[in-house]
DNA sequence: CGAGGTATTGACCAGTATCAAGATGCGTGG
DNA sequence: CCACGCATCTTGATACTGGTCAATACCTCG
């Protein structure tokens, strides 16, 4: 989307301890080290990568190497069965981590797909796990960063067992304005990186759903809706919509 | 909480090096482990807890201080909202660990409730993590568990987000049956320990909706159902059951 | 043996899926 | 820069799954 802008960056790959100078520091995994440790992690994570929107970063079934913290850009991770049954298990941000499903069986257990021009830092898992023996606070934060992404699973299991689709997107809306706030962006109008299918997909509903919901929203002034940019017109009523369907007209 | 009941078995916390002879070693933790290493953590698992059946082995919002192996009996985690909704996120048998949702934010963020009897093994966390830096096959060890929760995770919201509420419970049965044999069961009979209730909030259903599905599959001959006595009669068809919404009549 | 929790089944209804038609937006190539 | 074509989105009509409510049966445990 924003691929042509020019620049000279073929150099960007061969910046070394890059960490250090990062501005994700604070949002991925170098939280909590010190300047020495993140010098370490630095040169463990020195390789980066392009993806361009469309572009797989893995796919289920190839074996598993790298985690990969996302850089610049989105993701989507999605799960298929046999059957081409298709879900999105989570949309991912600048800062966050993908792969840590594929530590359990060294095989990639879903697709990473960009949803728009990214760039990810890959981490050999192998000299992560090496490290993370002489830098301990890495590990601690490491297993948070794990167990973060169960308490979030819980949080999609909630949501898919027991809400209504109004529920449902409106939950999702509220997770988006929160994640691009705590990365500098505006909490209350946005542009979503993904199709209404995706979304659906996410939330276990069908687009048209997803659709109409967004359109009821915005007929009750809670939103404003053009097509992918997102406007949040009265966040407390949002948040009402989350928790409680009995009040529902 | 059920610190205080008069117990008989004070012993039991007394064995020490427990790891090394416990019969789940195969199953749990110390997987891959050698005879000194498996020392090493019997060391730190010393403790064991019991849990009536009803009994909370943790709850929402105390400190997170250890994860919890289950030596015998059942479990079911589930998380709930401020409004009273709950969901079940987990069953949990022999040789599964508890807790992990709780290393992010040093709370618990789901209750464990015990279905039966049950016997734990308390790991503390810190030591944990002490003895993986000079253990790293434990420490690997530990993030394929990790991971293989997010996995699992990653399976429930592809059953709640796309299947059919027979797809489902064709889905729960054979996962149950695959854990039983696991185990030395066996997995064509067995003895459910939860409620209809607790079944429909683990796959997103109402009990009725379950008690229905159970009749439907009955009525097929694929399973014969006696109350919380389940007998796998066809597990091929209960296999096609599972992935195949089209070819049902 | 009785009471409370649990399970089954039926009738009806709400919410979402499905199918379909059209509108809008976006990327590509002329 | 415009026009075309395809993907995406919106909206309506209808069907169907599963939810809700209710009555009854069953099981378990004190």
Redesign the pocket.
Known sequence: ?FRDIPLPHLDISNIRSSCASCSLRELCLPVGLNDQEIHILGDVVSHKRRISRGGYLHRTGIKFQSLFAIRSGFFKTCVLEEDGRQQVTGFHMTGELLGLDAISSDIHTCDAIALEDSEVCEIPFTKLEEISLVIPSLMRHFHKIMSREIVRDHGVMLLLGS????ERLATFLLNLSRRFCMRGYSESEFN?R????EI?SYL?????????A??KLQDENIIT????RIQINDITRLRLKMGNSSC?T
Not at 225 to 228: E, T
């Open positions: 989307m809400m209504k689709a109004e979503l993904m199709t209404r299918e659906g276990g509903l069908k687009l048209e759903t997803v659709s109409r967004f359109s809706v053009d097509n992918k529902v």
